[in-house]
């Protein structure tokens, strides 16, 4: 397991951008990607962003053009870059990595940050 600690989230007008950092305790080498999910009230958890060790990145289609996902050059700390936020925006941003053991892949969460989008 890797324990993963989320900052920068906050309230933004509409427009308006912010970026998420998540760093992990640890770089360990069975970390096999890592990314960015949000949940808001009354949804379920949505994937947003993820990026694997190699650099290789993957972006939900409500989101791509104004989202960017980004990583460290040490790799323990991803970023998400996001402009041009909608009230629909408005969630808890999760950071999540996929630990390897094995044959087995687990999840890590961080325990998430608030971002909200006013109209």
């Known amino acids: 397991q890797v324990q993963l600690v989320e900052s920068g989230g906050g309230l933004v007008q509409a427009g308006g951008s912010l970026r998420l950092s998540c760093a992990a305790s640890?770089?360990?080498?069975?970390?096999?990607?890592m990314g960015w999910y949000r949940q808001a009230p009354g949804k379920e958890r949505e994937f947003i962003a993820n990026?694997?060790?190699?650099?290789?990145?993957s972006v939900a289609d409500s989101v791509k053009g104004r989202f960017t996902i980004s990583q460290s050059n040490t790799r323990t700390t991803i970023f998400l870059q996001m402009d041009d936020l909608r009230p629909e925006d408005t969630a808890v941003y999760y950071c999540?990595?996929?630990?390897?053991?094995?044959?087995?892949?687990?999840?890590?969460w961080g325990r998430g940050a608030q971002v909200t989008v006013s109209s």
């Open positions: 990026i694997f060790r190699g650099g290789t990145t």
């Open positions: 999540n990595a996929q630990v390897q053991s094995g044959s087995t892949i687990s999840p890590s």
């Open positions: 640890r770089s360990i080498s069975s970390i096999i990607a």
